[in-house]
C-alpha cells in the first residue's frame, strides 16, 4: 500500500520560514512527478510547486523566489522550502505523487502564517 506522508507544517510569524517534507514509499519514486498543493479554507486546491523526474520544477506565480521544492530520491523525499512567509500561505498542504495511472496524495500538514 503506498503512503505519502507529510510533515513540517507548523504556526509561524509573517516573514518566517518553514521546511515541508513529503516521504512516499514508492517503488521506483525517482521516476514520479511530485508536487505540493495547498487548500485555505473556502477556496479551491492549487498547485504551489512541482518537481518532474529530470529535477526540473515548476512555481505557482504567488511562490516564485520564496518557495524552493527539491528531492532526494535516496531518501524517496520531496521538501519544500517555504521562505518570507505572508498570511496568505495559511493552507493545509498536501504532497501529490503521480506517475501514469498512479496519482497519490498524503493527508496534509496546516501552515499557519500569523503574528
Known amino acids: 500500500q503506498v503512503q505519502i506522508e507529510e510533515s513540517g507544517g507548523g504556526l509561524v510569524q509573517p516573514g518566517g520560514s518553514l521546511r515541508l517534507s513529503c516521504a512516499a514509499s514508492l517503488s521506483i519514486f525517482s521516476i514520479y512527478i511530485v508536487g505540493w498543493y495547498r487548500q485555505a479554507p473556502g477556496q479551491q486546491r492549487e498547485m504551489v510547486a512541482q518537481?518532474?523526474?529530470?529535477?526540473?520544477?515548476f512555481y505557482a506565480d504567488s511562490v516564485k523566489g520564496r518557495f524552493t521544492i527539491s528531492r532526494d530520491n535516496a531518501k524517496s523525499t520531496v521538501y519544500l522550502q517555504m521562505n518570507g512567509l505572508r498570511p496568505e500561505d495559511t493552507a493545509l498542504y498536501y504532497c501529490?505523487?503521480?506517475?501514469?495511472?498512479?496519482?497519490?496524495w498524503g493527508q496534509g500538514t496546516q501552515v499557519t502564517v500569523s503574528s
Open positions: 501529490n505523487a503521480a506517475r501514469g495511472p498512479g496519482d497519490f
Open positions: 518537481i518532474l523526474h529530470d529535477g526540473n520544477t
